[in-house]
C-alpha cells in the first residue's frame, strides 16, 4: 500500500467513499504544500486520481479517498509545491542529443571541467566527437576564464573536441578542424569568423561576428543518433528535467529543428505514453526565403491546441522570418538589421488571421519597437488584439514605452536567466546601470503582463530551473555578480508563479495547469530543501526529491529512490552521461564552510544530551565503570 513509512493514515474498504470509483491512486501526504492558490495557500496532504487532484487538505480531507490499492507516500515534512513549467526550453533538440553531450552545468572550476573532458576523450570510440554545448559559462569557474586550445589539445590529442561557449563563440581541438574540414582555404561565413594564425591556418576559435549559425553548423557536421538511441536519450533527458521538479515545458523550437521530423521522437514516445514531461511545441521556418511558404502549409494543416495535455502545438516561432531575428551576443555590438517589415508583416496577418499564437525572439527594444510598428498597423485593420497568444521571448531592453505597446495590443513576454551566463558581457558592454534593468521583470508586472519565466537551455543557460529562480529573486549572475538592484528582484512567491502558472498562461492552460487545487493536472514536486526558506545561496542547489506529473511518479530521489519507473541502460556505452550524468550538483553553500562545522558542534551537543539522558535513568554510557567488556580502548 504504501510507499515510505506512514502515520496518521489506515486505507481500509469501510473507509467512507472508498470505493473503486473514489479511490485515490496516489496520496502524498506529510508535505508542507504551497499551492499557488490563493484560496487554499497551504496544505500537507494531496490525494490524486485518474492523473487529477480530487482533493487537498490535510490527512482528514484525503482519508476519505484512500483504499488499500492507494499508494501514499510519505514527504517526511518537506516543501511541496506545484510541478515547475519552463516557458522556453529546447528540450526537443535537446532530448535528441543528450546523451552525446558533456555537460558542464554546474561545474565550479575549469581544472574539474578540463579532467572530464580528458576522461571523456579516452572512453569516445573513433569517428565520434566529444561536445560541450551550453549550460555553463567561464564566469562560474574559479579560474575565471576559458579553457586555452592548448589545454583542448592536450586533453584530446586524438579525438574531436567542440566546446560552445555561450553564443559568443566555439573552441574545437585540431582533430576537430580536422574532421568539420576546416583549412586555410576556408571562407569566413557571413557573420561569422574563423579565426586564424599568422600562417592563415585555422586556431580552433570560431566567433559569432554577431551571428552564432558559424557555431551550430559546425556542431551539425558531428555524428547523430539512430532512431531507437534518440528515444533513449530524449527520455534520460526528461528524466534531468523531472530531477529539479519539472512536469511541464514550451519547446521554443528553433535552428537545425525541422518539421516534421525532428518532432517523430517526442511524438512516438507521446503515442506510448512514454513522456514524463507535458511539451507545447512551436514550430520555426528553418530556410531563408521558404518561411511564407511553410507558414502557409502549417496553418492549412494542424492549429494550435491540437494535441493533447502531453504533446501539443502552441503556435509559431521563436522566428517567423529570419530576417527580423536580432542576436544576443552581448560581446558584440548590437546588430543593425535590414528592412524586414513587409515579409515580416505577411507573416504575422497569415497567423493572426488563421487564429494562430506565436512567440518572437527580441533581445533589443530597436527590434521591439519595429516589430510593434507592424502590430499597430494591423490593429488598425482588428487583428490585434484578437485573442490570439503572442509573446516576446527576452527582452532584455526592452523600455517602457515598448512594454506599454505590447500591454495595449495583448501582448505577453517570456523572461529567460541569460544575464546568470551572459551578465558580465552585458556589463563589459552597455554598464552596470543597463545591466540592473536587464530585463526589467518588475516593470511588466506592474503594468498587468502576463509574464512567464523559463531558462532557454541548452545551447546557453543551463536547463536547472532553480538558478534561474535564484536569479529572478537574488539579481545575481553565476559570477556572483549582483546585477539587479532590489527593485527590480521578485519575491519568492512572485518567481516561482512565473515559474508554474506563467507557463501555463502562455499555453491557455491556467485552469488545469500552474496550481495545486481539485481538478487540476496531478503536476508537483517535493524539494531537498524548502525554497521558501532556504538562505537565498542555497535556492540554486535545490532539487527534487519526489516528481509527479498526472498522477505518475517520474522521478525519486533520497527516501524516494526507486518509486518512479527504471529507464533502458544509457547507450551508446561510452556516452558522457553514463559515466558523469547531467547537471553537476555541489553542496549548497549553508551546508559547507561555517555551517558544516556548526552542524557537527549541534552534533556533539545533541550527542551530551543522549549521554546524560541515558545516565539519569541509569543506563550504561562509555566511560562508566560496571559496564560491558571492549575491546577496543577508543570507547574506553
Known amino acids: 500500500m504504501s510507499s515510505m513509512p506512514v502515520a496518521g493514515i489506515r486505507p481500509g474498504p469501510s473507509a467512507p467513499d472508498a470505493s473503486p470509483d473514489h479511490t485515490a491512486d496516489l496520496v502524498v501526504r506529510n508535505a508542507k504544500v504551497y499551492t499557488g492558490d490563493p484560496l487554499r495557500p497551504r496544505a500537507s496532504a494531496v490525494a490524486i486520481r485518474a ?19 492507494t499508494r501514499v ?27 552525446m553531450e558533456l555537460r558542464w552545468d554546474g561545474v565550479p572550476t575549469l581544472r574539474q571541467a578540463l579532467a572530464m573532458l580528458r576522461a571523456q576523450a579516452e572512453r569516445t570510440p573513433p569517428g565520434q566527437w566529444v561536445r560541450v554545448v551550453g549550460g555553463w559559462s567561464a564566469d562560474q569557474f574559479a579560474e575565471r576564464r576559458l579553457p586555452t586550445l592548448a589545454e583542448l589539445n592536450a586533453a584530446a590529442p586524438d579525438t574531436p573536441v567542440f566546446v560552445l561557449h555561450l553564443y559568443q563563440s566555439a573552441l574545437l581541438n585540431r582533430a576537430a578542424l580536422r574532421a568539420a574540414g576546416f583549412t586555410r582555404d576556408t571562407p569566413d561565413p557571413v ?36 532512431e531507437a538511441d534518440k528515444a533513449t536519450s530524449t527520455r534520460h533527458f526528461l528524466r534531468e528535467l523531472n530531477r529539479f521538479g519539472l512536469t511541464s515545458a514550451i519547446d ?22 512514454q513522456l514524463t514531461l507535458r511539451i507545447a511545441y512551436h514550430l520555426f521556418p528553418q530556410t531563408a526565403g ?30 517567423l522570418t529570419w530576417a527580423a531575428a536580432d542576436f544576443e551576443n552581448f560581446s558584440e555590438p548590437r546588430p543593425e538589421l535590414g528592412p524586414y517589415e513587409a515579409g515580416f508583416e505577411q507573416a504575422v496577418r497569415l497567423l493572426m488571421e488563421h487564429d ?115 536569479w529572478l529573486v537574488s539579481g545575481r549572475a553565476v ?29 491557455g492552460e491556467e485552469d488545469v495547469k500552474g496550481r495545486l487545487r481539485v481538478g487540476s493536472y496531478a503536476d508537483l514536486t517535493v524539494l531537498s530543501a524548502d525554497y521558501l526558506t532556504v538562505p537565498e545561496a542555497d535556492i540554486p542547489h535545490i532539487e527534487s526529491v519526489l516528481t509527479v506529473v498526472g498522477g505518475r511518479i517520474v522521478y525519486g530521489a533520497q527516501e524516494h529512490e526507486g518509486l518512479a519507473p527504471e529507464l533502458p541502460a544509457v547507450v551508446p556505452l561510452w556516452s558522457p552521461v553514463a559515466r558523469f550524468g547531467g547537471y553537476q550538483a555541489t553542496p549548497a553553500p549553508s551546508l559547507s564552510g561555517v555551517r558544516q562545522a556548526e552542524r557537527l558542534a549541534e552534533a556533539a551537543a545533541d550527542s551530551d544530551e543522549q549521554r546524560a539522558w541515558r545516565a539519569a535513568r541509569g543506563q550504561w554510557v562509555p566511560g562508566q565503570a560496571g559496564g560491558p567488556a571492549l575491546d577496543d580502548p577508543c570507547f574506553l
Open 356 to 470: 494562430w499564437g506565436f512567440r518572437l525572439h527580441a533581445s533589443y527594444d530597436e527590434t521591439i519597437r519595429r516589430d510593434l510598428a507592424v502590430f499597430e498597423r494591423l490593429a488598425a485593420e482588428g487583428l490585434f488584439p484578437g485573442g490570439n497568444r503572442w509573446l516576446f521571448d527576452h527582452a532584455e531592453t526592452v523600455s517602457a514605452a515598448s512594454l506599454d505597446r505590447i500591454a495595449a495590443l495583448g501582448g505577453a513576454v517570456s523572461v529567460q536567466n541569460r544575464m546568470s551566463f551572459q551578465g558580465e558581457a552585458f556589463v563589459r558592454r552597455y554598464g552596470a546601470a543597463a545591466a540592473a534593468d536587464a530585463p526589467p521583470v518588475r516593470a511588466m508586472l506592474e503594468r498587468g503582463l502576463t509574464v512567464a519565466a523559463g531558462t532557454d537551455a541548452t545551447r546557453v543557460s543551463s536547463y536547472n530551473p532553480w538558478v534561474a529562480l535564484h
Open 191 to 226: 557573420g561569422g569568423q574563423i579565426v586564424r594564425a599568422h600562417d592563415g591556418e585555422p586556431t580552433g576559435m570560431l566567433l559569432a561576428a554577431p551571428g552564432a549559425l558559424l557555431l551550430y553548423s559546425t556542431l551539425a557536421k558531428a555524428p547523430t543518433l539512430n
Open 252 to 273: 521554443a523550437a528553433g535552428g537545425f529543428q525541422s518539421f516534421p521530423e525532428n518532432y517523430g521522437t517526442v511524438t512516438e514516445l507521446a503515442k506510448t505514453g
Open 51 to 69: 492523473g487529477l487532484i480530487t482533493a487537498i487538505g490535510d490527512d482528514a480531507d484525503v482519508l476519505p479517498q484512500v483504499g488499500p490499492r
Open 73 to 99: 507516500v510519505d514527504a517526511l515534512g518537506r516543501r511541496a509545491v506545484p510541478g515547475l513549467n519552463d516557458s522556453h526550453l529546447h528540450v526537443i533538440r535537446g532530448g535528441l542529443n543528450y546523451v
Open 479 to 507: 559570477s556572483g555578480r549582483t546585477l539587479r538592484p532590489a527593485a527590480n528582484r521578485l519575491s519568492r512567491e512572485e518567481a516561482l508563479e512565473l515559474y508554474t502558472l506563467g507557463g501555463a498562461r502562455l499555453t
Open 290 to 319: 521558404q518561411e511564407l511558404d511553410d507558414l502557409r502549409r502549417w496553418v492549412e494543416t494542424v492549429r494550435p491546441g491540437d494535441g493533447d495535455e502531453w504533446l501539443r502545438l502552441n503556435g509559431a516561432g521563436e522566428n
